[in-house]
């Protein structure tokens, strides 16, 4: 069993910055592999970033804007660096692995808002 918490998430005016956290404890040594995905209100939840063996993917709505990344000293912590942020990004953000194969977290809320 992997449990997932994610955190981080706030409100911040657009054009803002937050870095999110995801960290997994339980049955895992470390993180190779992760994703953040998001649940805005009335939406499917969407896949925004995925990191394999340091190999980075973004979906195009958040490309040059959002960073993925593991954090080398706590191999199970996974961090998602959000830049220039737009209303439009309000959503619940979780992590889980690209295919998601534990259960979700509760998420963290990310209201982007003036």
């Known amino acids: 069993q992997v449990q997932l918490v994610e955190s981080g998430g706030g409100l911040v005016q657009p054009g803002g910055s937050l870095r999110l956290s995801c960290a997994a404890s339980g049955n895992i040594i470390r993180i190779v592999s992760m994703a953040w995905y998001r649940q805005a209100p009335g939406k499917q939840r969407e896949l925004v970033a995925t990191?394999?063996?340091?190999?980075?993917?973004y979906a195009d709505s958040v490309k040059g804007r959002f960073t993925i990344s593991i954090d080398n000293a706590k191999n199970t912590v996974v961090y998602l660096q959000m830049n220039s942020l737009k209303p439009e990004d309000t959503a619940v953000y979780y992590c889980?692995?690209?295919?998601?194969?534990?259960?979700w977290g509760q998420g963290t809320q990310v209201t982007v808002s003036s």
């Open positions: 990191i394999t063996s340091g190999r980075t993917n």
């Open positions: 889980n692995t690209p295919r998601p194969l534990y259960s």
